[in-house]
C-alpha cells in the first residue's frame, strides 16, 4: 500500500482511531499501570501507535486492514496487564468493527500476550515467537511496540533505563529473527525502515559499528 492511501484511510477512519484510542487509556488507568516511574500506560500506547501510523503503510494489506492494526497497537497488553481475556478483547473489538476484522485485531492482541514464566526468557520463548510469526501484522506491532520501548529507554537517564537500553541491544539480533517468519506476505513483514529506526535510537551504544548494523539487517535480507 502506498504511504499515501494509508494516510487517507488514517484520516477516513480518524474517529474510530480516538474511540479505540479513549477506551485503551481508560482500560490501562483502570488497573493503575503506568509507564516508567510515574506517567500514564497510555503514553505508551500512543508511542507504539505513532509507529503503526509512521510505518503502516509498509505492511498494510487492505483497507479493511487498517482499524484491526490500529486496535492491535492501542491493546496489545491488555490481556497480559489489563487483566482482560481473549472473549474479552473480541468482544470490545466487535464493537468496534466487523467479525473479521475483530477476529484478526484479537489475534494480533493474544499472539503479543506473553507466556507465563519466571524469567524474561521464559515469559518470551519460542511458543511466543512462533505465535507472533504465525499472525497476520503481530511482527509488526510487535516491532512498532519494542520501537516504543527503546526510544523511551534511549530518552531518560535513569538506571532502569540505562539497564533496559543494554538488555534490548543485547537482545536485538535474536529478537529480529525470532519475529520474522520470512516469505511474501506484506502482513507478516519486519520492515527495514523501522530496524534503521531501531539502530539509530541505539546508534551511541553500537559505537556506530557498521558491521553490527549489517549484522541486524542480515537477519532477514
Not at 12 to 40: C, F
Not at 54 to 79: K, M, Q, R, T, W
Not at 82 to 106: G, K
Request: some cysteine; charged content about 25%; aromatic content about 10%.
Amino acid at each position: 500500500m502506498t504511504k499515501e492511501s494509508f494516510e487517507l484511510y488514517l484520516k477516513k477512519y480518524a474517529d474510530t482511531h480516538e474511540h479505540i484510542r479513549q477506551l485503551a487509556h481508560a482500560l490501562h488507568d483502570s488497573v493503575n499501570q503506568t509507564y516508567g516511574d510515574s506517567l500514564p500506560y497510555g503514553y505508551h500506547l500512543d508511542m507504539v501507535v505513532s509507529n503503526v501510523c509512521e510505518f503502516g503503510h509498509l505492511v498494510c494489506a487492505d483497507e479493511a486492514d487498517v482499524v484491526p492494526l490500529l486496535f492491535g497497537g492501542y491493546y496489545h497488553d491488555s490481556i497480559e496487564d489489563a487483566r482482560l481475556t481473549y472473549n474479552d478483547v473480541m468482544h470490545q473489538a466487535q464493537m468496534l468493527m466487523t467479525v473479521e476484522q475483530a477476529l484478526m485485531a484479537t489475534e494480533i492482541v493474544y499472539a503479543l500476550t506473553n507466556d507465563k514464566g519466571r524469567t524474561r526468557a521464559e515469559r518470551a520463548g519460542e511458543k511466543y515467537y512462533k505465535g507472533i510469526r504465525e499472525t497476520p501484522y503481530a511482527p509488526f506491532v510487535k516491532l512498532c511496540d519494542r520501537l516504543a520501548n527503546i526510544t523511551y529507554s534511549c530518552s531518560a537517564m535513569d538506571g532502569s533505563n540505562q539497564h533496559m537500553k543494554q538488555v534490548y541491544k543485547d537482545e536485538m539480533p535474536h529478537f529480529l529473527q525470532a519475529i520474522n517468519p520470512g516469505g511474501s506476505d506484506p502482513r507478516l513483514q519486519v520492515p527495514r525502515e523501522v530496524v534503521h529506526r531501531l539502530a539509530e535510537c541505539l546508534i551511541d551504544d553500537l559505537e556506530r559499528e557498521e558491521n553490527n548494523l549489517e549484522g541486524w539487517y542480515g537477519v532477514w535480507s
